[in-house]
């Protein structure tokens, strides 16, 4: 690698540029009939499903436990930030714990 | 030109205004918290690679990806990264981003273009979800999105700077929790997008095909995978 850093810089910049923008940009050729929409709205919620799903395989009982109390103290609380960040001090517990 | 569908768009401008970029920049600080934390993992990284404050915080604001970043400088790391090498890594880990611009168009592109591709320069992974969430309970005001990204930009520049430049001294994020940030937060605006039963579809979906996909070929397809396959099955299903 010779290229100096601000080549590198530039190259990286361009990649993640045109990820930020291409999806975007196609999608506004491709017109949004009531299935589409149904697509797009469930897309968020496949993701959230699976960043989920993905932090309690990789991680352990901590993990798994405080995932699984951000579920109930949402309902609970009615407030998904006020779970997520309680969510957080949980799993910090858990390990300072030892879990 | 596109044909414009309603409701998303009529013949004048949708409302972007400095109220919802406000609300949005409200609602952004609790990530944001999240994101410093991450970013002072990407500047420690970056500390241990052979980076100086500044080149890790221009990292940073050029590319503004924390998992690209991360793999971009385990690349650089190796000492036989190409430019090709470096373009298609990063192509690969932020395809996730087709995605999300997809889905935000609609919405976003009646705010007309340069508001709407000036807004995607701030697109992240966790401003993405919460604005979702958000349009979904009925956000007009599409200065929401660069809203919530004011204040993560800004804790995600000062974390790497700190990371990068205190880089002996600091705790382990792991150690306070913060890595399961993400997870946390996408777990809690799930939970609360999820209204009726047919809400459920697309999370076992999506969730199941992380899972496999994951296992298959490894987390970097694993969301992309997730979110297309949600979006197919809402679609196939859909009368």
Redesign the interface.
Same mark, same amino acid.
């Given at each position: 690698?010779t290229?100096s850093?601000p080549?590198?810089?530039?190259?990286?910049?361009?990649?993640?540029?045109?990820?930020?923008?291409?999806?975007?940009?196609?999608?506004?050729?491709?017109?949004?009939s009531?299935?589409?929409?149904?697509?797009?709205?469930?897309?968020?919620?496949?993701?959230?499903?699976?960043?989920?799903?993905?932090?309690v395989?990789?991680?352990g009982l901590a993990?798994g436990l405080?995932?699984g109390s951000?579920?109930g103290?949402?309902?609970v609380l009615?407030s998904?930030?006020a779970?997520?960040?309680l969510?957080?001090?949980?799993?910090?517990a858990l390990?300072?714990a030892g879990v | 030109m596109?044909?414009e569908?309603a409701p998303?768009a009529g013949m004048t401008r949708a409302l972007f205004s400095f109220d919802g970029f406000r609300r949005g920049a409200r609602?952004g600080v609790?990530l944001a918290?999240?994101i410093f934390a991450y970013g002072v993992g990407f500047g420690l990284v970056a500390a241990q690679a052979g980076f100086g404050v500044g080149?890790a915080v221009?990292?940073s604001a050029?590319?503004?990806?924390g998992s690209?970043?991360l793999a971009?400088v385990n690349l650089?790391q190796t000492?036989?990264?190409?430019?090709w090498a470096?373009?298609?890594?990063?192509?690969v880990i932020?395809?996730?981003?087709?995605?999300?611009?997809?889905?935000?168009?609609?919405w976003?592109?009646s705010a007309g273009p340069l508001r709407?591709?000036g807004s995607?320069?701030l697109?992240g992974?966790a401003n993405?979800?919460m604005t979702?969430?958000r349009i979904?309970t009925g956000e007009e005001d599409r200065a929401y999105l660069a809203g919530t990204g004011a204040p993560i930009t800004v804790g995600w520049l000062a974390g790497t700077a700190l990371g990068a430049g205190a880089v002996s001294v600091l705790p382990r994020p792991? !150690?306070?929790?913060?890595d399961?940030?993400? =997870?946390?937060? $996408?777990? /809690?605006?799930?939970? &609360?997008? @999820?209204k009726v039963r047919a809400?459920l579809?697309?999370?076992?979906?999506?969730?199941?095909?992380?899972?496999v996909v !994951?296992h298959l070929f490894g987390?970097a397809p =694993?969301?992309i $995978?997730? /979110?297309l396959?949600? &979006?197919? @099955?809402?679609?196939m299903v859909?009368r």
């Open positions: 690698m290229e850093f080549v590198l810089l530039a190259v990286m910049a361009a990649a993640a540029f045109l990820c930020r923008v291409a999806g975007f940009t196609l999608m506004r050729f491709v017109p949004v009531p299935r589409v929409e149904a697509a797009l709205r469930a897309t968020p919620l496949a993701v959230m499903a699976g960043i989920t799903a993905l932090a395989q990789s991680g993990e405080a995932l951000v579920v103290l949402t309902l009615r998904d930030v779970a997520a960040l969510g957080v001090f949980v799993v910090a390990r300072w | 596109r044909h569908c998303y609602d609790p918290v999240s080149k221009a990292t050029a590319i503004y990806s690209a970043q971009a650089l000492g036989e990264a190409t430019l470096l373009f298609a890594t990063i192509l932020n395809a996730r981003y087709l995605l999300f611009g997809a889905a935000l168009q609609p976003l592109w709407a591709y995607l320069l697109l992974d993405w979800l979702m969430r979904r792991e !150690a306070l929790g913060f399961l940030m993400l =997870a946390c937060f $996408a777990t /809690g605006m799930m939970t &609360a997008m @999820v809400d579809l697309p999370v076992v979906v999506g969730a199941v095909t992380a899972l !994951a987390p =694993a969301i $995978a997730a /979110g396959a949600g &979006a197919g @099955v809402a679609a859909h």
